[in-house]
T-cell receptor, first 117, second 117 residues
Framework: NAGVTQTPKFQVLKTGQSMTLQCAQD?????MYWYRQDPGMGLRLIYY???????DKGEVPNGYNVSRLNKREFSLRLESAAPSQTSVYFC????????????????FGEGSRLTVL | AQKVTQAQTEISVVEKEDVTLDCVYE???????LFWYKQPPSGELVFLIR??????QNEISGRYSWNFQKSTSSFNFTITASQVVDSAVYFC??????????????FGTGTLLAVQP
């Protein structure tokens, strides 16, 4: 059972380049999320998708776009990378806990380490 | 607005000592969940526990225990007889029922626990 799979795991970009982080989950979860982790900042929510066909901004959406391609896949795009976007990116998925559909636990991918020079 | 504060940035203990990690949260919602996650040096995020706002019972799981007190808006985590394998960053997180049809988590900045042999 793969859970949440992110690609690539490592990437180095030059300022101004673009790239897409891919994420797929095989747990049939409705909700998916993108977080970034920076030293001393914890995990901050970039974008999330409550269900297929919907996306919403989180705490730090500037400089990013997302696509919920289908129920399984949720991609994060950097159109013009900046050094401030150097970070570790985590994709996650969950069920909706309030109606008893799940525990609400977020299942995380292994992370993608992005460096922007 | 929701917020999670982990005031302890780093803690260092000697093996077999007990250690408590503090978590204080802010929310206007009456229905919410609190979580703890562990991030070992390998980088993955490991779910430890979920507690809902209507259940103030303390929980014990082996050497781990959690103390939830709504009166002080705290959800503290104690490791008894710490071991080197407990060395990790520990994150406390909050999700609110009023957050919409999803379970987006707001994380604290984390506490780095170093257990010395």
């Amino acid at each position: 059972n793969a859970g949440v799979t992110q690609t690539p795991k490592f990437q180095v970009l030059k300022t101004g380049q673009s790239m897409t982080l891919q994420c797929a989950q095989d747990m049939n979860h409705n909700s998916m999320y993108w977080y970034r982790q920076d030293p001393g900042m914890g995990l901050r929510l970039i974008y999330y998708s409550a269900s297929e066909g919907t996306t919403d901004k989180g705490e730090v959406p500037n400089g990013y776009n997302v696509s919920r391609l289908n129920k399984r896949e949720f991609s994060l795009r950097l159109e013009s990378a900046a050094p401030s976007q150097t970070s570790v990116y985590f994709c996650a998925s969950s069920e909706f806990p309030w109606t008893g559909e799940g525990t609400g636990e977020l299942f995380f991918g292994e992370g993608s380490r992005l460096t922007v020079l | 607005a929701q917020k999670v504060t982990q005031a302890q940035t780093e803690i260092s203990v000697v093996e077999k000592e007990d250690v408590t990690l503090d978590c204080v949260y802010e929310t206007r919602d009456t229905t919410y969940y609190l979580f703890w996650y562990k991030q070992p040096p390998s980088g993955e995020l490991v779910f430890l526990i979920r507690r809902n706002s209507f259940d103030e019972q303390n929980e014990i799981s082996g050497r781990y225990s959690w103390n939830f007190q709504k009166s002080t808006s705290s959800f503290n985590f104690t490791i008894t007889a710490s071991q080197v394998v407990d060395s990790a960053v520990y994150f406390c997180a909050l999700s609110e029922r009023g957050g919409g049809a999803t379970n987006k988590l707001i994380f604290g900045t984390g506490t780095l626990l170093a257990v010395q042999p």
